[in-house]
T-cell receptor, first 114, second 114 residues
Framework: AQTVTQSQPEMSVQEAETVTLSCTYD???????LFWYKQPPSRQMILVIR??????QNATENRFSVNFQKAAKSFSLKISDSQLGDTAMYFC???????????FGSGTKLNVKP | DTEVTQTPKHLVMGMTNKKSLKCEQH?????MYWYKQKAKKPPELMFV???????INESVPSRFSPECPNSSLLNLHLHALQPEDSALYLC?????????????FGQGTRLTVV
């Protein structure tokens, strides 16, 4: 079975600063996908960034980047130049290809303070 | 169009009522999902449809009955619910296969059972 662990229930960061959210996972699979989803108070889950396990290069999307350490089964999210709109719950998720089942971590609530 | 549309946004129902939640997407995705999310918790998978056929049922009570009438629509029929079934119900869709595996989520239906 796959498990995803987010050890930081809540974090705060000042606007314009950088914050890193942690995620670890456990799997015996060699090929899989990892995601960070954001859920603001509006409730909709929005994809922030995606990483394919077979790619060694860390994914980046504008101010968002990941540090993917496959051997350590670690997948952290770095948010640079934090903005008030980044305030949300952030969920780390794991998926096996062709399996159609997403495993979510327990979430990290991020508060960006002005 | 990258939207997953859920209706209604809010629903209050009695324990003897029958109601349905609806979900629609026009992205050509052949996998559709129902998730249940309690406050401050990650989404929990309920059902997965692949090519309009039920492929995963996470041991959900029979008072929840999913239906996939066509490749764009997903329904969740509710009957004789309990107050503990009150939650946010999220619909999602994704491509099938190894590419473009991200899930797109709707805004959810906030269900209250009284």
């Amino acid at each position: 079975a796959q498990t995803v662990t987010q050890s930081q229930p809540e974090m705060s960061v000042q606007e314009a600063e950088t914050v890193t959210l942690s995620c670890t996972y456990d799997t015996s699979e060699s090929n899989y996908y990892l995601f960070w989803y954001k859920q603001p108070p509006s409730r909709q889950m929005i994809l922030v960034i995606r990483q394919e396990a077979y790619k060694q290069q860390n994914a980046t999307e504008n101010r968002f980047s990941v540090n993917f350490q496959k051997a350590a089964k670690s997948f952290s999210l770095k948010i640079s130049d934090s903005q008030l709109g980044d305030t949300a719950m952030y969920f780390c998720a794991f998926m096996k290809p062709l399996h159609n089942k997403f495993y979510f971590g327990s979430g990290t609530k991020l508060n960006v303070k002005p | 169009d990258t939207e997953v549309t859920q209706t209604p946004k809010h629903l209050v129902m009695g324990m003897t009522n029958k109601k349905s939640l609806k979900c629609e997407q026009h992205m050509g995705h052949r996998a559709m999902y129902w998730y249940k999310q309690k406050a401050k918790k990650p989404p929990e998978l309920m059902f997965v449809y692949s090519y309009e056929k039920l492929s995963i049922n996470e041991s959900v009570p029979s008072r929840f009955s999913p239906e996939c009438p066509n490749s764009s629509l997903l329904n969740l029929h509710l009957h004789a619910l309990q107050p503990e079934d009150s939650a946010l119900y999220l619909c999602a869709s994704s491509q099938l296969g190894t590419e473009n595996t991200e899930a797109f989520f709707g805004q959810g239906t906030r269900l209250t059972v009284v």
